[in-house]
């Protein structure tokens, strides 16, 4: 990856929607070069995809939870993320060492929106079952860089 690529990169994750033309200009390239570019970041996995950035908060999303994820046999990661983002209550994923194979973070509206949410987690192919503890009150979140 080289400076031109990260230029790139760099546009996109400011925003996703950003045109070919605002890429080339980013990165110092016409609107078709930054789309051979931007296609080839995509082909080779650099880029996995795009996404809408949704605040939870803006939803009234308040009622927040994380859950020990205990998985049926080995699956891989992709396996458990391909599960896991069938759930758009999940915000933020994670496997982990320990007992648990991972730990999920949960948004929802309300306890029983949050139950619902945590019932389509169990559901999944891979999760054998979870345990889930209830967010009373945030006492630090530190941006990370």
Known sequence: MDAIDEAIVQCV???ARSTYAEIGRAAGL??????RRLDRLVADGTVRGF???VDTQALGWRTEAFAEVYCKGNPTPAELRRDLEAV???????????AAD???????????HLERA??????ARVIERTESVIVLSGLINRPRV
């Open 13 to 15: 994750l400011r925003d």
């Open 30 to 35: 016409s609107a078709p070069a930054a789309k």
């Open 51 to 53: 996404t809408a950035l």
């Open 88 to 98: 758009p209550e999940v915000v933020e994923a994670y496997t982990v060492s320990g």
């Open 102 to 112: 991972a730990i999920v973070h949960l948004m929802a509206l309300d306890i029983p």
């Open 118 to 123: 945590i019932q389509r987690v169990r559901e």
